[in-house]
């Protein structure tokens, strides 16, 4: 996936009317549709690890829905951005884990039921916490829209993940069959959304992006090495750090990009940090999960 996103992103950038005609508005369909997609990959017994582990599950949310806006906020202010970019960070910021981090805690060898349970409850918290940590931290620099923030999360994530949880449910034979041509054509959506993105703000993007990747990658970074360091403070095993350290880092940065062109249309710069994140933090997530599979098959060796 981080190649097919690095290759649409390149693209994109440098050919951007080939796909600029096409109206911003269709993102939040193609978003409904991963998420609809997430929804199929799930099933009613992932939640157990809710009750299993609570205590890992409350530490990955608590550190998803602290870390990473407090971060994006401190790092806005330290390099002093303009308030259109400074609240596309923080929309980044403020969103839940992406579902990509289940894929590579799975290449991690992290707990995969326990990255599936955070990604699984930050998603259902997120339409009250997004749009308020957003109030929160950027409420000064912009109108925010709240109540239409929080709808705009119901209709485009937790609606398609309730359909397609429901129809797994239903019909177990056939979306087992399903199922396994999800991860490439989920690849293939994201890909083609951060295209779609980029194309829309290429020459904002290369007129004052720069400074906007650096913080990004700051950002990604400190998410995945604080999240790490909570999940130790917290006395977990190794398996379940990788986990939560992943999905602190790793952002539903398609959600972000959608709610900026939603709701900020009058900043259209807001859009390029959730465009930079979505391809950014693929490689940082593939690099990541090398360096914790490493790591794990040493621990693995020695024992």
Not at 31 to 50: A, E, H, N, Q, R
Not at 81 to 106: E, K, M
Not at 172 to 178: A, H, N, S
Not at 182 to 204: E, K, R
Request: proline share 5%.
């Amino acid at each position: 996936m981080a190649f097919f996103v690095l290759v649409a992103a390149l693209l994109s950038l440098l050919f951007p009317s080939v796909l600029s005609g096409i109206n911003m508005k269709v993102i939040n369909p193609l978003l409904g549709v991963i998420m609809f997609g997430m929804g199929l990959t799930l099933s009613f017994s992932d939640f157990k690890v809710v009750f299993q582990r609570p205590m890992s599950v409350v530490v990955g949310c608590l550190a998803q829905f602290i870390i990473m806006p407090s971060v994006a906020w401190l790092l806005v202010k330290l390099f002093n951005l303009p308030s259109d970019l400074a609240l596309g960070v923080i929309l980044v910021g403020c969103c839940p884990g992406g579902t990509a981090s289940n894929v590579i805690a799975y290449l991690a060898k992290g707990d995969v039921p326990l990255s599936v349970g955070m990604t699984a409850c930050s998603t259902l918290l997120a339409p009250l916490l997004t749009p308020l940590l957003v109030w929160l931290l950027a409420g000064t620099m912009v109108d925010v829209d709240t109540v239409g923030m929080l709808l705009s999360i119901l209709y485009v994530v937790i609606l398609p993940i309730v359909i397609g949880l429901t129809i797994q449910r239903a019909l177990p034979e056939l979306t087992g069959r399903v199922v396994q041509y999800l991860p490439a054509f989920s690849s293939l959506m994201i890909s083609f959304v951060v295209a779609l993105i980029i194309s829309h703000t290429a020459a904002n993007l290369l007129a004052g992006g720069m400074i906007v990747i650096l913080v990004v990658m700051l950002h990604n970074l400190l998410g995945l090495s604080i999240g790490y360091g909570v999940a130790a403070l917290s006395g977990v095993k190794f398996p379940q750090k990788v986990a939560i350290s992943i999905e602190v880092g790793m952002q539903n940065s398609g959600l972000a990009s959608s709610l900026a062109s939603m709701h900020f249309a009058a900043f259209p710069m807001a859009t390029i940090a959730g465009a930079i994140f979505s391809v950014w933090h693929n490689i940082s997530g593939a690099l990541a999960a090398k360096l914790f599979r490493s790591i794990a098959t040493k621990r693995e060796n020695r024992e």
